[in-house]
């Protein structure tokens, strides 16, 4: 049986790359809006208003998450859809 020793230093390193980009990926999520809902119009409910919002800029560019954009690229479309979906109710 082969013993395989780690540099204590690359052990850390590691650790070190795992957490920043775990961080960054989870602040780029949060920044979307992805995680943190489909409240579109900020009731604290995910229903048929906030499905309207959306409905009434649907297909459109260049719009904001108050406007139904969840991803947060701009367009309203069935991506933001589906969040809207994952978040109903």
């Known amino acids: ?12 390193l590691i650790v070190a ?5 775990a961080g960054l990926g ?3 999520l949060r920044r979307s809006h992805a995680v943190s809902g489909a409240d579109v119009n900020g009731d604290g409910t995910v ?5 309207s ?3 009434t800029n649907w ?4 719009k904001t998450f108050a406007q139904g954009d969840l991803t947060g690229d701009g367009t309203v479309n069935i991506l933001d859809l589906s969040v809207l979906a994952a978040n109903w109710g």
């Open 1 to 12: 049986m082969r013993k395989y020793n780690k540099n204590p230093f690359q052990v850390v």
């Open 59 to 62: 297909g459109q560019t260049g």
């Open 47 to 51: 229903n048929i208003v906030d499905l």
């Open 17 to 21: 790359f795992v957490l920043i980009f």
């Open 53 to 55: 919002i959306m409905a």
């Open 26 to 28: 989870y602040r780029l």
